[in-house]
Nanobody
Framework: QVQLVESGGGLVQAGGSLRLSCAIS????????MGWFRRAPGKEREFVAC????????YYADSVKGRFTISRDNAKNTLYLQMNSLKPEDTAVYYC?????WGTGPYAYWGQGTQVTVSS
């Protein structure tokens, strides 16, 4: 059974940093794209960033470019999202995902989400 489990969310002040993790179990995704998405209250789910598990190519939404960094640790089978210079508008539930596409999708597997709250 494939599981993606996010962690690392929390409450942080504007300008602060958080690192999200996504622990992957049940299979390897060597040919897949791993992505981070977020859903703010009252808004639709939004693409944040993605990375090719093999090769490490990355792609970011304009809203987070230069502030967020996506990475993966092959040995630990874990995906990360380093978030710096956080803004109140970054407040959302953050989800990791895995799929055969690129960018916004498609994604076949999803985690349950972790809450990130940025106070002003």
């Amino acid at each position: 059974q494939v599981q993606l489990v996010e962690s690392g969310g929390g409450l942080v002040q504007a300008g602060g940093s958080l690192r999200l993790s996504c622990a992957i179990s049940g299979r390897t995704f060597s040919s897949y794209t791993m992505g981070w998405f977020r859903r703010a209250p009252g808004k639709e789910r939004e693409f944040v960033a993605c990375i090719r598990w093999s090769g490490g190519s990355t792609y970011y939404a304009d809203s987070v470019k230069g502030r967020f960094t996506i990475s993966r640790d092959n040995a630990k089978n874990t995906l990360y999202l380093q978030m710096n210079s956080l803004k109140p508008e970054d407040t959302a539930v953050y989800y990791c995902a895995a799929g055969p596409g690129w960018g916004t999708g498609p994604y076949a597997y999803w985690g349950q989400g972790t809450q990130v709250t940025v106070s002003s």
